[in-house]
């Protein structure tokens, strides 16, 4: 569905490399959910470390764990 939803000529993405990565992490490992998987593709895009309380978000690359 969200891929139909990319194509469509109405809808108008922010940044859609990063929504493409984030949809390839969730289609490759659902378990993190569509929206850790957004998370980790904007910070992928702004190049810096995702700081998280979130010890699952925080196993995705270019994460760590707040303590």
Known sequence: M?????STPRVELEHRPSF????AQFA???AWGLADSM??????????TLLTFDKKLARLSRSAVLR
């Open 20 to 23: 493409d990565a984030a949809l």
């Open 39 to 48: 998370i980790a593709a904007a910070a992928a895009k702004q190049q810096t």
């Open 28 to 30: 490759a490992d659902s």
């Open 2 to 6: 969200l891929r139909a939803l990319q």
